[in-house]
């Protein structure tokens, strides 16, 4: 597609339900990202996958997150048992090489109630 | 791992004042510099990147930044800021070699007054 997809939007849920976000790259893309964006803590790595490569899961905050990318291509983000702590603004980029920017969707804002 | 740190996290300007925002990073080996900008309402975009060449580079909307390696530091400037600058604006870094991930700062909130 001609940007990064992101979905759903928003998505409100209650505590101790699990959530899906979903993140469709840029077409041909290699390298995916998810980031969180919550008020004053700027953009918080997640976790990054690289073609093949096993997924880089430094970021996750918990076991209660977990990221798969099918086909090298859409990517889900899972969050299981969603806290209050969760709310937040989840945001995917792509790359395509190595020395290149990333692309940002415009960001799942969730809100956990 | 590389990590980055914003200092400013709030800045005030009036219209035609100059900016900088100061950015530094730590990271043992050669690395891609970036600063994003997030308008209200609107995606992260980005201002301008370096990667190797000229250390100072020249973005969009009049910004620039300078990589000064030995100060591990890549601030961005712009001479005379516009109210329509006013926005969060986050650097970034990665390592060079390969994919690597990209780091961000905590972000600076720039509020620009008419």
């Known amino acids: 597609g001609a940007g990064v997809s992101q979905s759903p939007s928003n998505k409100v849920t209650e505590k101790g339900k699990d959530v899906e976000l979903r993140c469709d790259p840029i077409?041909?893309?290699?390298?995916l990202y998810w980031y969180r964006q919550s008020l004053g803590q700027g953009l918080e790595f997640l976790i990054y996958f690289q073609g093949n490569s096993a997924p880089d899961k430094s970021g996750l905050p918990s076991d209660r997150f977990s990221a798969e990318r099918t086909g090298g291509s859409v990517s889900t983000l899972t969050i299981q048992r969603t806290q209050q702590e969760d709310s937040a603004v989840y945001l995917c980029?792509?790359?395509?090489?190595?020395?290149?920017?990333?692309?940002f969707g415009q960001g799942t804002r969730l809100t956990v109630v | 791992a590389q990590s980055v740190s914003q200092h400013n996290h709030h800045v005030i300007l009036s219209e035609a004042a100059s900016l900088e925002l100061g950015c530094n990073y730590s990271y043992g080996g050669t690395v891609n510099l970036f600063w994003y900008v997030q308008y209200p309402g609107q995606h992260l975009q980005l201002l301008l990147k370096?990667?190797?060449?000229?250390?100072l580079v020249k973005g969009i909307k009049g910004f620039e930044a300078e990589f000064i390696k030995s100060k591990f530091s890549f601030n961005l400037r712009k001479p005379s800021v516009q109210w329509s600058d006013t926005a969060e604006y986050f650097c970034?870094?990665?390592?060079?070699?390969?994919?690597?991930?990209?780091?961000f700062g905590t972000g600076t909130r720039l509020l620009v007054s008419p």
């Open positions: 980029a792509s790359t395509s090489r190595p020395n290149t920017e990333a692309f």
């Open positions: 077409s041909g893309h290699t390298a």
């Open positions: 370096y990667f190797s060449g000229d250390p």
């Open positions: 970034a870094v990665k390592g060079n070699t390969g994919f690597q991930k990209l780091v």
